[in-house]
C-alpha cells in the first residue's frame, strides 16, 4: 500500500492564487521530501522536512508536517504558470529497509 | 557541481528484443543509485537500487535487470522485453551516507519506452 498518498489529485487554479498541497502516510517517518515533475522530465527535489520540523520556508514554498496526523502540506504562493507540474511527497520509513516511497501525486496546472 | 545523464530519452522497441538503458552521474563518488518506472499519470516504482559497485537490491520481482559495472554507471537490462515494460525510466542518485536515511535524490530527465 502506498505510504504517502497526495490530496488532491489535481488542482487547477488562477495565476496570482495560492495553491495546497497534501500528503498523508501511514507509517512513523525520519522525513518528509516534496519533489516537483515537469512534464516529460526528470523529478526535482524541493524541501526536505525532518521528523522533528514543524515548517520548513523555502522561496514561496511553505512546508508543513504533522507527525500525530501523519500528514504534511505544501503551499505554493503568488502561484505562476510556470509553476504547472506534478507535485510528489516521499517519504522513507523507520522499518522496512532502504525504501523511500513516492506518492502518486498532485497535478497543478496553474492558468495564467 | 554533479549532474545526471540518462539515455536514450525515447525509445521503440518490439516484444521480445533486448534492452539496455545506460545511466552515469559525474561529480561525485560513491552514489546511490536508484531506477524506477513511472505509469502515466501516476508515482515512482522503485524497480533496483544500489549502495555500490556490483551491489544490486531488486524491489520488485519482473523482467528486468540492473548492473553496476563502475562506481557512477548503473544500467537497466532486459533479455526480453514484453508489452507491461512500458513506461518511463528514470535513474536517480543520492549521497550516500553510510547507512540508510531518506537524502534528497537527484533524478535524470527519463526515458520513454514504448514497446511494440
Known amino acids: 500500500s502506498q505510504q504517502g498518498e497526495e490530496d488532491p489529485q489535481a488542482l487547477s487554479i488562477q495565476e496570482g492564487e495560492n495553491a495546497t498541497m497534501n500528503c498523508s502516510y501511514k507509517?512513523?517517518?525520519?522525513?518528509l521530501q516534496w519533489y516537483r515533475q515537469n512534464s516529460g522530465r526528470g523529478l526535482v527535489h524541493l524541501i526536505l522536512i525532518r521528523s522533528n520540523e514543524r515548517e520548513k520556508h523555502s522561496g514561496r514554498l511553505r512546508v508543513t508536517l504533522d507527525t500525530s496526523k501523519k500528514s504534511s502540506s505544501l503551499l505554493i504562493t503568488a502561484s505562476r504558470a510556470a509553476d504547472t507540474a506534478s507535485y510528489f511527497c516521499?517519504?522513507?520509513?523507520?522499518?522496512?529497509?532502504?525504501?523511500?516511497?513516492f506518492g502518486a501525486g498532485t497535478r497543478l496546472f496553474v492558468k495564467a | 557541481s554533479q549532474t545526471i545523464h540518462q539515455w536514450p530519452a525515447t525509445l521503440v522497441q518490439p516484444v521480445g528484443s533486448p534492452l539496455s538503458l545506460e545511466c552515469t552521474v559525474e561529480?561525485?563518488?560513491?552514489?546511490?543509485l536508484y531506477w524506477y518506472r513511472q505509469a502515466a499519470g501516476r508515482g515512482l516504482q522503485l524497480l533496483f537500487y544500489s549502495v555500490g559497485i556490483g551491489q544490486i537490491s531488486s524491489e520488485v520481482p519482473q523482467n528486468l535487470s540492473a548492473s553496476r559495472p563502475q562506481d557512477r554507471q548503473f544500467i537497466l537490462s532486459s533479455k526480453k522485453l514484453l508489452l507491461s515494460d512500458s513506461g518511463f525510466y528514470l535513474c536517480a542518485w543520492s549521497v550516500n551516507i553510510g547507512a540508510f536515511s531518506n537524502q534528497p535524490q537527484h533524478f535524470g530527465d527519463g526515458t520513454r519506452l514504448s514497446i511494440l
Open positions: 516521499a517519504t522513507d520509513a523507520t522499518t522496512g529497509g532502504f525504501k523511500t516511497i
Open positions: 561529480g561525485t563518488s560513491n552514489p546511490n
Open positions: 507509517t512513523s517517518i525520519n522525513n
